[in-house]
């Protein structure tokens, strides 16, 4: 399966990239929603893993543009923010998952399809 | 104040009953001495058998410099009949903190003023003695009362940026995990990771220093201390500062850098400066952020000889009513605000031989608060290297 990060942290990025290979997806790599942007969209059938926090357009933006798509893909937030503001920032958006930081394999895996 | 020198009072003294006089010279509650041309005492009231621990009956008839440390007794005959001699005062007429000592021989500060009388018996001076310790002792109180004061603001700071620290902590720690657990996983499986696990190991260890440096930084920054002064470049004190703030703000604010690059050091406790940087910074962002659009623009140059850092938001700006208190603890409009951070912060920039100024703006223009810092002097010889 095709997985998309957009992850400004470097060491978040590449470990990331480097576990979900290791699960067996193809990993694409953006340290911004306007790389997303600018890059072919994901399909229906992606996974597009978006950090909360990014520099320049805001995670929550990504999140809501993705789930307006007209084939949406499978939305997983990351964060290492506070529920209350995860919630203010989510208000109204239902992405698949959200896993909060420090990320583990296993909530990952969870928050993926099974492949 | 106690400026004797034109009393017109002292004159008639000499009629007045001694016994009466010494009465109400005892109930002073300030030493007096009165000694006569050669500097011997006269009048020696209660409140002086107190401060001295000698009894009036004995000092009376000796030289005033029982009362007196030994290298001030040394000159002051000198001074006494310098006086006498050429009319120059060198005390008559000014307070001054001198020292006085004790018969048990504890030196100790002392505010002394002297007033001159011409009476008929010849000329005789009189002096006010007032005990500096206590004095002394509530500005030491009030020295640590302030370093409280300052500690307690910079953990407040912090506290509302614990939530923020966690965020910047998840980052490595997140990395790390996904790290080992990466090679955890190929390992299980029997995969041959030879070739890669050095360089993973590589990458995982630099996210465990990420992390410590993160706490190093927010040890430095809580933990009470002595001001430490050192000579110091400016730029990235402030660059690491402005940093500090930054970690994992809410608001998404654009922040410009206008660093000189070439300014002359600075002698200044770097970590007290991060704090004035980090307070006005934390006031820039939350002035700017209901804007919509929040920017500040933090710049260091050299102005009139001078090191400045400028922090420059573009929120509302001061309103005429609040500047006069801007600089005042416990003025604040915020509602979780302490109204600390800038009486602090310029209480820091003074006692480095600064200060800290407004530009308020309004209309349109946001506030811009410039932090002055002297150049530190040049080193001595001995200081290089
Ligand atoms: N950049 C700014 N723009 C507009 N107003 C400001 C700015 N900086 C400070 N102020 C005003 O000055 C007041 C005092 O600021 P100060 O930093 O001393 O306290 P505070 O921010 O309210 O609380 P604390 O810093 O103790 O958390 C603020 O409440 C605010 O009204
Ligand atoms: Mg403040």
Redesign the interface.
Known sequence: MRVHVVED?A??S???S??LA?LGHDVISYPDAESLFRSPPPDGSDTVIVDL?LPGI?GAQVVRWLLKMAAVPRVVVIT???QS?IDHQLRGLAPAGVVR?????EALARALPAS | MRDFSSSPGLPECATVSEARLLSVLDTAADGIIVIDERARILIFNKACEQMFGIASVEAVGQNVKIVMPIEYAYDHDKYVGSYISTGVKKIIGIGREVRGRHADGTVFPLELSVGEAATPDGRQFIGILRDLRPRKESEQRLADLQSELVHLARVSAIDEMG?AI???L??????????L??IR??HSRGMDINAMVGD?LD?AA??AE?AGHIIQRMRQFVEKREPVRSVRDIDPMVDEAVELTLL?Q?H?IRVEREFAGDLPPVAVDPVQIQQIVVNLVRNAIEAAAPTGDPAIRVRTRLRDGNVVIEVHDNGPGIAAPALPKLFEAFASSKRRGMGLGLAISRTIAQNHGGDLLVDPGGNGKGACFSLVLPVAPPPVPSEVG
């Open positions: 942290d060491g978040v590449d470990s990331l480097l576990i290791n926090t805001p290492g923010q506070s503001a930081k420090p990320l583990t394999v | 939530a966690a965020h910047e998840n980052q490595p720690l997140t990395a790390l995990m996904l790290y657990q990466a996983r190929a993973i990458k630099a996210e990420r994992g809410r998404r």
